[in-house]
């Protein structure tokens, strides 16, 4: 079984700053990475993934996130945070070899600030 | 629109009454999820199918709860005797279960909400 931790449930930035909202998870097996944003009254949609390889994964809208065995973290930064940022971000792990149901933490509240 | 598409997008209920909420995945993907999100949390796996087979239920599924996938298109997931405790958004997701590069395509989700 797999948990995740997301450690911030709200973090409040101004707009250019950058940004960085952390990640924690425990497995008993090797797992894949996910980060996923929601806006309101919406599905959520993939930022980025970590399966396998460079430990540094790129996603869109300019954001990114590094994969860390030892301390097992995926934690997600930006450089620099637009208005349209602002959303819930979900950090998000799966079982290698399972039926790839995602496990998610409880969310991040990115509010960027003008 | 190819996406996962969800229905109906919005539903009030009385507590007692039963609810049916449809999905369709994308066409060619295998592998269909549903997910229950309540206010201020992360979605929660409730149960998972592969082609028209269910293969696992999580244990908040209660006996109220029954979901299906007739043909491995489609799915419906019913809720009958609603009691408050189950206003949430109800999210459906499918996949491509190939190789290493599944990623899980999230419908806009369905909420309900108990009265």
């Known amino acids: 079984a797999q948990s995740v931790t997301q450690l911030d449930s709200q973090v409040p930035v101004f707009e250019e700053a950058p940004v960085e909202l952390r990640c924690n998870y425990s497995?008993?097996?090797?797992?894949?990475l996910f980060w996923y944003v929601q806006y309101p009254n919406q599905g959520l949609q993939l930022l980025l993934k970590?399966?396998?390889?460079?430990?540094l994964v790129k996603g869109i809208n300019g954001f990114e996130a590094e994969f860390n065995k030892s301390q097992t973290s995926f934690h997600l930064r930006k450089p620099s945070v637009h208005i349209s940022d602002t959303a819930e971000y979900f950090c998000a792990v799966t079982g290698i070899g399972s039926a790839r149901q995602l496990t998610f933490g409880s969310g991040t509240q990115l509010t960027v600030l003008p | 629109d190819t996406g996962v598409s969800q229905n109906p997008r919005h539903k009030i209920t009385k507590r007692g009454q039963n609810v049916t909420f449809r999905c369709d995945p994308i066409s060619e993907h295998n592998r269909l999820y549903w997910y229950r999100q309540t206010l201020g949390q992360g979605p929660e796996f409730l149960t998972y199918f592969q082609n028209e087979a269910q293969l696992e239920k999580s244990r908040l599924l209660s006996d109220r709860f029954s979901a299906e996938r007739p043909k491995g298109s489609f799915s419906t997931l019913e809720i009958q005797r609603t009691e408050q405790g189950d206003s949430a958004m109800y999210l459906c997701?499918?996949?491509?279960?190939?190789?290493?590069?599944?990623?899980?395509?999230f419908g806009q989700g369905t909420r309900l909400t108990v009265v």
């Open positions: 997701a499918s996949s491509l279960g190939q190789g290493d590069s599944t990623e899980a395509f």
């Open positions: 970590y399966l396998s390889g460079s430990t």
């Open positions: 497995s008993s097996v090797s797992v894949y």
